[in-house]
């Protein structure tokens, strides 16, 4: 059973609501053209850096030259991204399947460290498990590989962030630009829309003996046994990073066309989940124990 594609579909609405971010507009033309050879040099940590910060760069790096597109990609990797309202070179990015920014930093976040970010420059800019944050006037000096650096058209309101990119060190940052370009390194812009930076590395680690999943899908119930037959005990609000411990055969559920028997434990819940609302495109988790 495949769920990407479901995935994809069923978030549609939240791309175009929140996750449309950067911009789509420039002196970009409207093809991508290669990458310069100075845009791909040299992505990778550029000064010292935690293990965990390492894996995030390493994610945002393999993703070099796949080209912007706006809404596009995901956790899992590029996507179609929609058509630009304003058009210019993101007028057919619909037809491009890559990244934006914000979705970019989603996913060497979660590949590289499991790190769950929000939708939206904006919201990312907000993001309450950040560890650390810098404002514009400490410039780049307190700041380490694998940090978020911020744009907005407001800098002193984090809500008005339209870009986010992902430091390296030595002034150079990998980045989702623009429509019409490809994911490439750059030189850190520190210009009057610079926002600052935060800090996404050194917060809680999964426990031990399970692994971190997403899941997708709204009011998603808990139940206290692999089966629908007993009252739920909570209801996951939205897409959650949940830790799986084991999974197990249960009742057949049925979903978006989708039928799968699979469900897992998450100790943090006390609870199971039906397999059917973890977003992997196996139905039987990999690298997951039976219980």
Same mark, same amino acid.
């Given at each position: ?14 791309? *175009? ?36 910060? &390492?894996? /995030? ?20 990797? !590029?996507?179609?991204?929609?058509? $630009? ?72 309101? *984090?809500?008005?962030?339209?870009? /986010? ?28 829309? $610079? ?16 692994? &971190? ?10 139940? !206290? ?23 197990? &055969? ?22 199971? #989940?039906?397999?059917?609302? #973890? ?13």
């Amino acid at each position: 059973m495949r769920r990407t594609t479901r995935t994809t579909a069923v978030a549609s609405g939240l791309l *175009l609501a929140a996750a449309l971010t950067c911009t789509a507009t420039g002196t970009a033309t409207a093809a991508p053209a290669a990458v310069p050879a100075a845009a791909t040099a040299d992505c990778r940590p550029l000064t010292d850096a935690s293990e965990q910060a &390492r894996a /995030i760069v390493a994610a945002a790096c393999s993703q070099l030259g796949v080209p912007y597109s706006w809404g596009g990609g995901s956790i899992h990797g !590029p996507t179609y991204g929609q058509d $630009y309202p304003g058009g210019g070179p993101g007028a057919h990015d619909s037809q491009v399947k890559g990244f934006d920014c914000s979705h970019l930093m989603q996913y060497a976040a979660w590949q590289g460290a499991g790190i769950s970010l929000p939708e939206g420059s904006w919201n990312q800019a907000r993001w309450s498990g950040a560890t650390a944050r810098f404002t514009r006037d400490q410039g780049l000096g307190p700041l380490q590989p694998g940090d978020l650096l911020l744009w907005g058209s407001n800098p002193a309101d *984090l809500g008005s962030v339209h870009h /986010i990119a992902l430091y390296l060190g030595g002034g150079r940052m990998v980045e989702a630009r623009e429509s019409g370009t490809l994911v490439m390194v750059s030189d850190v812009r520190l210009t009057a829309q $610079y926002a600052g930076a935060l800090r996404i590395t050194g917060g809680a680690q999964p426990p031990a003996g399970t692994k &971190r999943f997403m899941t997708w899908g709204t009011g998603v119930g808990l139940r !206290p046994q692999p089966h629908t037959r007993e009252p739920v005990t909570g209801r996951l609000t939205g897409p959650t990073a949940v830790d799986v411990q084991c999974q197990a &055969r249960g009742e057949l559920v049925r979903a978006e066309g989708y039928s799968n028997d699979a469900w897992s434990y998450l100790p943090a819940y006390r609870a199971w #989940i039906s397999n059917i609302y #973890i977003d992997d495109p196996a139905a039987w988790l990999p690298g997951v124990p039976a219980c």
